[in-house]
């Protein structure tokens, strides 16, 4: 099974690498026994995230998420980076492509599936709903240093 290789840790960054976007088949996700998704790697642990956490998930074609879920308090972007499928959100179903962003609500009843003829590349960032303050958007610093490669 492939593993989340690092790059760089700093005291203020931390880089990896899942690798080739076109192999993440060679990540297993194991829930607990029996219970697998081929093709899913979790990365928030790795970089040491401490607001959120997301994923990469590679989808063959005819292939699901196979279940529905929901949160308790995570809100999640799911960013489709290639490939084509179909996105359900309680109950309506709708088509995604590369370029498709979708927001759920942490009560939105989830699910996701390839129905092309190519894999679908999906990118899951999760993290606590409702928490996004207006201050929040002004949060950064432009600082008047140069940039030194």
């Not at 700093?10 to 990896?16: L, P, Q």
């Not at 040491?48 to 879920?69: M, N, R, V, Y």
């Not at 179909?86 to 759920?104: H, L, N």
């Not at 949060?139 to 940039?147: A, R, S």
């Amino acid at each position: 099974m492939k593993e989340i290789k690092k790059i760089a840790v700093t005291d203020n960054c931390t880089a990896v690498s899942v690798g080739k976007l076109s192999e993440l088949s060679d990540y297993v996700l194991t829930l607990g026994p029996g219970v697998e998704i081929p093709g899913k790697v979790f990365c928030g642990a790795a970089l040491g995230a401490t607001g959120s956490e997301l994923s990469f998930q590679l989808f063959q074609p005819g292939t699901e998420t196979g279940f529905l879920h929901t949160h308790k308090n995570h809100e999640e972007l799911y960013f489709f980076l290639g490939g084509t499928g179909e996105f359900q959100v309680d109950g309506q179903v709708f088509p995604v492509a590369e370029g498709s962003i979708v927001r759920v609500a942490p009560a939105g009843k989830r699910s996701v599936r390839n129905n092309g003829t190519e894999p679908l590349l999906m990118l899951c960032v999760q993290y606590r709903g409702a928490t996004f303050t207006p201050e929040d958007a002004a949060d950064g610093n432009i600082l008047q240093e140069p940039v030194k490669w």
